[in-house]
């Protein structure tokens, strides 16, 4: 988990804040709630969300950085409904000194030395371009708890073994929230951090195929449908498979480059290997 986040706070430090664009939402209605989706276009692809119940709102996931936070609070006040919970799950945000909730382990994590200095790199890289750090006061949701806010059911599982101590979120039945969205790509090593991370992100694609959710969304990414889930689930599999086949970290690159000719992300398969044949 330490490299997942050392990894993390690397990419963030090479990239320039110039990268930085404004955002754009996205809004799918399931009836019963809307779910708003906020790409901020941030350097680390970032995503936020609003859920749009009948009488109040819920955010999750708010900004980091403060360009993204004018336009997302901008958005949030034209629903002209109060904000009744703000979560945070696996990124910390502009939450302020509003009241927010966690998962339980998260609020100690995030002031340990690996969350914690992952945050204070980024202040180092970004500076005055990011909030600071949230104020209020936090509270923790037990996982294989179901919490009602504005009206919507909120199911707290545990997330994904091999990262953060945060949950994946199952949203009034219909959307499931994880740390990233499944995406037609090749995997990268801020994911696949070793052979047990492999086999913990290929239980969790099991997991949401299974959870009856329409849509699947993350802190990094946006949303997808069930499509990029499946794809994400065969594609994991055949990387477990290619590691059997391939003793050296350079045959498993070519082969896996082989089998997914087309598949955008194959710059990052050496550091991959890299970690999978340690």
Known sequence: MKKILLAALSMAAVCSLSAQEKGKFEVYDFNDFKLHVYYTNDVMGDASYIVEGKNGLVTMEQPLFKDNVVEFDAYLDKLGKNVETRISDYHVGSTRDHAYVMPQGMPEFVKGPIYGGMMQGF??????AIV??????????????????????????R???????????LIGGKARYTHWTPAKSHANPLQISSRAALDAEIADAEQALSSGAEVFIGGHGGAAKADAVQFKLGYLMTVKKLLAENKEPQAFTEALKKAYPELPGAEGLDAVAKILYK
């Open 123 to 128: 202040a180092k890289n970004f500076g005055d």
């Open 132 to 157: 600071s750090l949230p104020t209020g006061k936090t509270s923790e949701v037990p996982f294989g708890s179901t919490q009602t806010y504005a009206g919507v059911s909120f199911l707290f599982n």
């Open 159 to 169: 997330g994904v073994s091999s990262d953060f101590p945060a949950a994946s979120i």
